[in-house]
């Protein structure tokens, strides 16, 4: 069965640090994946996705994520924590069973401290 | 574009009584999803429509909960009778056609936050 694992429940960064943060997948063809991103009282937003190509892709508000088969994870990356990037992340997979649809992970809630 | 609109944002009521949630999705797009959020289950898939027909609704916990979708622009989620563990925050989300340069992202509404006492 398709799922989608986010080991870290919440990860403390300063601010203008690195972030990463983990995302493995289930899955048996190849993978639509999401990384979306929910602030406090709102709704997710979609930040990127990878399709097919190259597995680098490139997102808005400087995130990227990679795409490794072999490891069967979706990192997404950020060279520089700014503090509204607090919030909570949510890796995802797409589906197609029946239609089209998407496997949410657990999310991963981030803290940035000044 | 207005984006995905829900309403109310807010509900709250007592036990026992039927909640109507209702989505407008972005026009043009052909697919609709019902997510509940919780702390406790994180956010789970309720339902899905593609073109008004109901595809998927294997998420739905019970048949208190039902969903339809009269229209392109219209769903409502209902609860009858609505119950104390039914509290959480119902999100609406909407997806394009496949096939299209956006395809298969979904476009989530602000919620509506339900609280049954």
């Known amino acids: 069965a398709q799922s989608v694992t986010q080991p870290d429940i919440h990860i403390t960064v300063s601010e203008g640090a690195s972030l990463e943060l983990r995302c493995n997948y289930s899955?048996?063809?190849?993978?639509?994946l999401f990384w979306y991103v929910q602030s406090p009282g709102q709704g997710l937003q979609l930040l990127l996705k990878y399709f097919s190509g190259d597995t680098l892709v490139q997102g808005i508000k400087g995130f990227e994520a990679e795409f490794k088969r072999s490891q069967s994870s979706f990192n997404l990356r950020k060279p520089s924590v700014h503090w509204s990037d607090a919030a909570e992340y949510f890796c995802a997979v797409g589906t197609h069973t029946g239609g089209f649809k998407t496997i949410f992970g657990a999310g991963t809630r981030l803290f940035v401290k000044a | 574009d207005a984006g995905v609109i829900q309403s109310p944002r807010h509900e709250v009521t007592e036990m026992g009584q039927e909640v109507t949630l209702r989505c407008k999705p972005i026009s043009g797009h052909n697919s609709l999803f019902w997510y509940r959020q919780t702390m406790m289950r994180g956010l789970e898939l309720l339902i899905y429509f593609n073109n008004n027909v109901p595809i998927d609704d294997s998420g739905m916990p019970e048949d208190r909960f039902s969903a339809k979708m009269p229209n392109a622009s219209f769903s409502t989620l209902k609860i009858q009778p609505s119950e104390p563990r039914d509290s959480a925050v119902y999100f609406c989300?909407?997806?394009?056609?496949?096939?299209?340069?956006?395809?298969?992202?979904?476009?989530f509404g602000p919620g509506t936050r339900l609280t049954v006492t």
């Open positions: 989300a909407s997806s394009p056609q496949p096939g299209q340069g956006n395809s298969y992202e979904q476009y």
């Open positions: 899955y048996g063809a190849t993978p639509y």
